[in-house]
Nanobody, 114 residues
């Protein structure tokens, strides 16, 4: 069974930056379109960014220009560089294949507050 482990979250002031990592045990990781998701407090999980197998990316409008998703296929790892963080970015962040094919990891908490 595929295992996912997110890391890199923490507490940061508004305007700050964090870089999240996500290690995936799937041996065919490189062929999958991957995605970052987040679940803000008391809300449903939502899509944040997508990275295709070839490295093309798509962000949702709320994070466009601030977040950059990337991947390292040699390391089976997905990244999310988050800059200019806002309070509304506070959430538990998850990664999975686009569409959530695999069991969800524990996620990593990101808290943006003064």
């Amino acid at each position: 069974q595929v295992q996912i482990e997110e890391s890199g979250g923490g507490w940061v002031h508004p305007g700050g930056s964090l870089r999240l990592s996500c290690a995936v045990s799937e041996r065919q990781f490189s062929v999958y379109t991957m995605a970052w998701y987040r679940q803000p407090p008391k809300r449903e999980r939502e899509l944040v960014a997508v990275v295709t197998a070839g490295g093309n990316t798509m962000n949702v409008p709320s994070v466009e220009g601030r977040f950059t998703a990337s991947r390292d296929n040699a390391k089976n790892t997905l990244y999310l560089q988050m800059n200019s963080l806002k309070a509304e970015d506070t959430a538990v962040y998850y990664c999975n294949s686009h569409g959530g094919l695999w069991p969800w990891g524990q996620g990593t908490q990101v808290t943006v507050a003064s």
